[in-house]
């Protein structure tokens, strides 16, 4: 049964989200303010935390920021504001995918198992590693390695960056991606692909302007090129 620490000033949201998600067999911890939520996150141990961006005592983001770098599991925020401002800061922060309110707990729902569904997946496949010249990877232990020095990703980027290198020499396409590491179709405007690759050239010591290592193919989508990391 997973956990899910639900982090909501919002009382009766929190309590309808809570009973939606305890209904389909979640087992669900609230927290109204942010001050608190690093504390009962590392307490709770949760599968997946749903963080609301504005929030007493500390906003989303900054709760983000503080728990990324320990927290490995699935993070998805709330945000009340449709503006792409909100939804590319907190993907750059760490989280892994958003929910624009007011919720649609169906679609919530849905985020929450494609979430989850991708993390245990990921988790479950057998030990396999993959080299690249000074890039390392290995599956079962979701660690990379470039130079000989641990690169930090989040579960999101790992699966993304092991999508694009299982498939070296080959044009990922964006509609692929989204459906395979976020889980639902691809509609022409998420960036959240964009904001993850950029992620990994930054990490990996690609070329921000000119990319050699992980290349747009511009209208279909990332071409990880497997001679660029000697």
């Not at 958003?98 to 169906?106: D, Q």
């Not at 990996?204 to 302007?209: E, I, K, T, V």
Request: net charge negative; aromatic share 10%; glycine share 6%.
């Amino acid at each position: 049964m997973s956990k899910i620490l639900l982090v909501e000033d919002d009382q009766r949201l929190s309590d309808l989200v809570q009973s939606y998600l305890t209904q389909h067999g979640f087992v669900v911890r609230q927290v109204f303010n942010g001050l608190e939520a690093e504390a009962q996150c590392r307490d709770f141990n949760p599968d997946l935390v749903i963080l609301d961006l504005m929030l007493p005592g500390l906003d989303g983001f900054a709760i983000c920021r503080a728990i990324r770098p320990w927290f490995k599991q699935p993070i998805l925020m709330l945000t009340a504001k449709e503006s792409d401002i909100d939804q590319v800061l907190g993907l750059e922060l760490g989280a892994d995918d958003y929910v624009v309110k007011p919720v649609e707990p169906r679609v919530l729902l849905a985020r929450v198992h494609a979430l989850l569904r991708r993390t245990q997946t990921a988790s479950n496949q057998e030990s396999t590693t993959l080299s690249f010249g000074r890039l390392q990877l290995n599956q079962s232990a979701r660690e990379a390695y470039y130079d000989e020095q641990f690169v930090e990703l989040t579960s999101y980027e790992f699966d993304l960056l092991w999508m694009l290198a299982k498939h070296a020499g080959q044009t990922v396409r964006r509609e692929a991606i989204h459906k395979q590491i976020i889980g639902r179709e691809y509609d022409g405007l998420d960036r959240t692909v964009d904001v993850r690759v950029s992620h990994l050239r930054r990490k990996l010591g690609d070329n921000a302007d000119t990319p050699f290592r992980i290349k747009t193919v511009w209208g279909k989508g990332y071409l990880f090129v497997a001679d660029a990391w000697n």
